[in-house]
């Protein structure tokens, strides 16, 4: 089956570093990845997302790299705010149009 | 959460009792889904439905049960066959590869 797992369960930073919350997937033949932050009691929000055939994407402060070779997905917020505090999980599609997620990283900025 | 809504927010039922969530959506998206979450756990896929009046088991169905008899509405009945029903539990629509999520409704059952 599918496995998509998180290096650190906790991240603190500092306001204003630079966050980087790092993900494992298993499948090599999924093609397409997001990236999700919750907010505590609230539903995912999508943040960005990066297919297959790219290694890198950029967003307002928000930076989604790919690792084919190692299968591994970064994403990096830049200047961290309070209000990033949140769970941030990846999450892959498979072949059959399935999502696999994450267990979440949860961030915590310090002010 | 856009045009995802999901009722009520709190729950609670007694042990043995069945209890149906709500998860309606106006963006029009022909695809629905069940997510349940866990502590500690990524989100577990329950039940999908791609189109009105077809659904399809994810990796999680035993003591869940849906409908999808409208395009906007796609309820999901706990029933008292599910051993661990509290939980929180996510219901999403999907346009092209990309889900949308509702703001979620927490389950509790004593």
């Known amino acids: 089956g599918e496995s998509v797992g998180l290096h650190l369960p906790t991240l603190s930073v500092q306001e204003g570093d630079n966050s980087i919350i790092n993900c494992a997937y298993s499948n090599s033949a999924s093609d397409y990845f997001i990236w999700y932050k919750q907010e505590s009691g609230k539903g995912p929000q999508f943040i960005i997302d990066?297919?297959?055939?790219?290694d890198k994407r950029q967003g307002q402060r928000v930076t989604v790299l790919l690792n084919k070779t190692v299968k591994h997905l970064s994403l990096q917020i830049a200047a961290t705010q309070p209000g990033d505090s949140a769970v941030y999980f990846c999450a892959e599609m498979n072949t059959g149009n399935q999502f696999y997620f994450g267990t979440g990283t949860s961030l915590t900025v310090i002010p | 959460d856009g045009g995802i809504t999901q009722s009520p927010k709190y729950l609670f039922r007694k042990e043995g009792q069945n209890v149906t969530l709500s998860c309606e959506q106006n963006l029009n998206h022909d695809a629905m889904y069940w997510y349940r979450q866990d502590p500690g756990q990524g989100l577990r896929l329950i039940y999908y439905s791609q189109i009105v009046n077809d659904f399809q088991k994810g990796d999680i169905a035993e003591g869940y049960s849906v409908s999808r008899e409208k395009k906007e509405s796609f309820p999901l009945t706990v029933t008292s066959a599910q051993k661990n029903p509290t939980a929180f539990y996510l219901c999403?629509?999907?346009?092209?590869?990309?889900?949308?999520f509702g703001p979620g409704t927490r389950l509790t059952v004593t």
């Open positions: 999403a629509t999907g346009f092209g590869y990309e889900q949308y």
């Open positions: 990066i297919r297959s055939n790219m």
